[in-house]
């Protein structure tokens, strides 16, 4: 009897052993594939293409609205670029980047891309509790945003500095939102808000995921949404008053002429999109929005069990739509970029359900 308890005691520390040894494996294939795919989309989005923009110009707080307004890249990408050890590296750097701003452009969005891989890995985290899993969905987004970013880039040449790092500050509050941590989201939000406008759609997520009816909302979270909403209120209002004189893109860009100019260097493209709406020659691209995820998001609806991204599915992308369609270009797939990460977190929960479905997490916890 002894040594049938010893020999079992033995099994399992020899399963404990190995556990670690595989979850020692999967950490470092997991690190060296997030360096070589971040460096590999930096290098995708920034050499072969050119700004819409001069980076000169939005670095030192001249680049037409409303780009301007997306400033924090901006001020970050300034400091690093006029640092000595910047400039002492492009100095022996080949075109584009013996440019200080351009060296440092490409930088800003490895390390963006590579904060998006492990936010979405400890998002998938959040909702499947499911580590191994997790790791493989982390990389789901940086292939939506080969489609939706680094594609768009190469087939038009165009850039915008300020896009993966709001997409990754973006994903960042959302981060807190599914951890139900709101001073953790204030923080995010605050940042978020300062890289891009987008940012009012986190608004909405966080309504969606503490909805329940009207009267308890406003009792439980009254606050909060008004802390957020004043949060998003002044920071609008301080980028005004920096850039607000800055001439439009309607004034001063490639577009100048078509659209509407609104106060505060906005515009609205309505009938534009409306008629790009109805060519044939956009829609490829247009049903690609969000890398394509909405396809399968769609086929397993039914396995989409968590009810705060399922109403953030349901009422986001209409409103998302609505917003481009006003104050957007709709043919630019970029601008429905930030929703890859409600896509990405519904997927790796409808496939979590599946795979448990065909007895997967019962297999796992016998492993164990």
């Known amino acids: 009897m002894a040594k049938n308890m010893d020999e079992h005691s033995s099994a399992r520390s020899v399963l404990r052993d190995d556990a670690r040894h595989q979850s020692t494996r999967n950490l470092v294939f997991y690190l060296i594939l997030l360096g070589l795919v971040s460096s590999h989309f930096a290098l995708s989005y920034v050499m ?130 599914l951890r139900s941590n709101f001073i953790g989201f204030a923080i995010a939000f605050f940042f978020a808000a300062l890289a891009r406008n987008t940012a009012a759609f986190l608004i909405v997520v966080f309504l969606c995921h503490q909805w329940t009816d009207v009267p308890s909302l406003l009792r439980r979270e009254g606050l909060r949404l008004a802390f957020i909403a004043a949060m998003y209120v002044a920071v609008t209002i301080f980028l005004y008053y920096l850039y607000g004189q800055n001439l439009s893109e309607l004034q001063r860009g490639p577009l100048r002429g078509t659209g509407v100019d609104v106060p505060g260097g906005f515009f609205i493209f309505q009938s534009v999109n409306i008629e790009n709406l109805l060519l044939p020659i956009y829609w490829p691209s247009l049903l690609s929005f969000v890398g394509w995820l909405w396809l399968p998001v769609l086929l397993g609806w039914r396995r989409l069990d968590h009810p705060g991204v399922r109403r953030t599915l349901l009422v986001l992308p209409a409103l998302w739509f609505l917003a481009v369609m006003i104050g957007g270009r709709i043919h630019e797939v970029r601008v429905f970029g930030e929703m890859i990460w409600f896509f990405v977190i519904g997927l790796s929960i409808i496939a979590r359900n599946w795979l448990m479905e065909r007895g997967y997490g019962k297999r796992v916890a016998n492993c164990g």
């Not at 390390?111 to 493989?136: N, P, Q």
């Open 48 to 177: 072969n293409a050119h700004q819409q923009f001069d980076l000169h110009d939005y670095l030192n707080g001249r680049a037409p609205l409303p780009y301007q307004y997306r400033a924090l890249p901006a001020w970050v990408l300034y400091l690093a670029s006029n640092t000595t050890l910047a400039r002492s590296i492009s100095a022996h750097l080949p075109a584009p980047f013996y440019d200080p701003a351009q060296l440092m452009f490409l930088l800003l969005v490895a390390i963006s891309m590579a904060g998006m891989i492990e936010i979405t890995r400890r998002c998938a985290l959040i909702v499947t509790s499911d580590g191994e899993l997790a790791m493989i969905f982390a990389f789901l987004t940086p292939t939506a945003a080969y489609i939706s970013y680094v594609s768009w880039a190469n087939g038009y040449l165009l850039a915008f500095a300020y896009d993966i790092p709001a997409l990754t500050l973006f994903g960042w509050a959302y981060y807190f939102i």
